[in-house]
């Protein structure tokens, strides 16, 4: 006999948006409502794009109590939540936030990275994406294991399994879901994929996750640093750019290429202005310890865990293309909404391709063992340390970007 709380009227449909504090936000209605839902939009108020992670509304907004825009559901980016014990089964839809009209809306995240990737393929490129996240699970029955071990491994393997499965009515998975370095700590990797699918991809992990570990009475975090005592939580974002013909054009015969180069470049250049949109919380910067393999360093290093930005090169083919060469940017968590994230990266690599910088030279080792005035002369800068700073490089570029 159906319960009502399996009934198909009961059951809901979510069309939500990642806001700028990276919490999904958005309305739900009766399933039934959906094909209406998808085509006619849902009214959505201004400001809660702003609203921040404890909910509170900035007192100096552009928007105050005016306005109207409206939430148009993605009906190929949909998640199917399963029924549990207590609550029926939902479908969530990733949202765009339009006008009235129907264009764009400037402040909607996936719009803004997906304006950033058309002004990429007007350069003849394109970008893919692999994101990996940091978290910590807590209430697992397990006593915390050793890094990196089966016992760690095995201590989530149930919710790793159910995460699978429900990422995979979304069209994505997790190609990693590993024991880290911190007790109960915890790896995910997502597939790599085209740039906005990416995106999109990483935030369906994130919500399932959270999902999936209150269904077990687990609490999960992916705070930078929730404890002090503890090795933080980032986001790892891997990219490669490829050409319109669909060639790898990040390495080639074991060195990045102009294009490449250039695109590095012109991230180092603005790495304060990026910080804006990756390590957008207090928080964030509690993580930024030398010689922590959190990359407090704005360079480059080949393999070098110690730089803001690593070359993984991989294995040339017959033509010296690096078809599985990718750069690495390190310094990001998810406090940041992973579209703005990408469209801030996207938007200085292209400033460095305008301005046809140069690749810049690789450092070996940790630069934290480098002389203050030898790391000076060699131009290798520590990144802020004060979300002051970073506002502040993000409100000269921004008009430009965004």
Not at 163 to 187: K, P, S, W
Not at 230 to 238: A, L
Not at 361 to 384: L, Y
Request: aromatic share 6%; proline share 7%.
């Amino acid at each position: 006999m159906t319960t009502p709380l399996q009934s198909a009227a009961g059951r809901l449909a979510m069309v939500a948006n990642l806001d700028l504090s990276g919490v999904m936000r958005g309305r739900s209605v009766p399933a039934i409502r959906t094909a209406e839902v998808l085509a006619d939009g849902l009214p959505w108020v201004p400001t809660n794009i702003m609203l921040s992670a404890l909910d509170s509304i900035p007192a100096k907004n552009p928007f105050g109590p005016m306005g109207e825009v409206r939430l148009f559901g993605d009906p190929a980016k949909k998640l199917a939540l399963p029924a549990r014990a207590d609550r029926p089964a939902l479908d969530l839809y990733l949202a765009d936030i339009r006008n009235m009209d129907g264009s764009d809306w400037m402040m909607c995240p996936r719009g803004q990275l997906r304006r950033a990737l058309q002004a990429l393929e007007a350069r003849g490129l394109t970008l893919k994406v692999g994101f990996e996240h940091e978290l910590y699970l807590t209430g697992l029955q397990e006593v915390p294991t050793a890094a990196f071990s089966l016992a760690g491994t095995r201590a989530v393997s149930a919710v790793s399994d159910e995460v699978q499965a429900i990422l995979a009515t979304a069209g994505t998975r997790l190609d990693q879901f590993a024991a880290e370095f911190g007790n109960h700590q915890f790896e995910i990797a997502s597939p790599v994929a085209d740039a906005g699918t990416a995106a999109d991809h990483a935030v369906f992990a994130r919500e399932v996750i959270r999902d999936v570990a209150l269904s077990r009475g687990l609490a999960v975090t992916f705070a930078p640093k929730p404890d002090a005592a503890q090795p933080g939580s980032g986001v790892h974002i891997h990219f490669s750019l490829w050409d319109s013909a669909g060639n790898p054009v990040t390495a080639h015969s074991g060195a990045l290429t102009a294009t490449a180069g250039a695109f590095t470049a012109g991230i180092l250049k603005h790495f304060s202005a990026i910080m804006a949109f990756t390590t957008p919380t207090p928080n964030s910067f509690a993580r930024f310890l030398p010689s922590n393999w959190v990359g407090v360093f704005a360079c480059l290093g080949e393999r070098n865990r110690e730089t803001a930005i690593r070359f993984c090169p991989r294995r040339p083919g017959n033509d010296a293309r690096h078809a599985g060469a990718s750069l690495e940017f390190r310094v990001a968590d998810a406090s940041a909404n992973p579209h703005l994230a990408l469209a801030a990266i996207v938007r200085a690599g292209l400033a460095g391709i305008e301005a046809d910088l140069s690749t810049p030279p690789h450092v070996e080792g940790d630069p934290a063992t480098i002389p203050q005035d030898e790391r000076t002369h060699r131009g290798i800068a520590s990144i802020p340390t004060s979300p002051v700073e970073v506002l502040e490089a993000a409100d000269a570029v921004g008009p430009a970007w965004f």
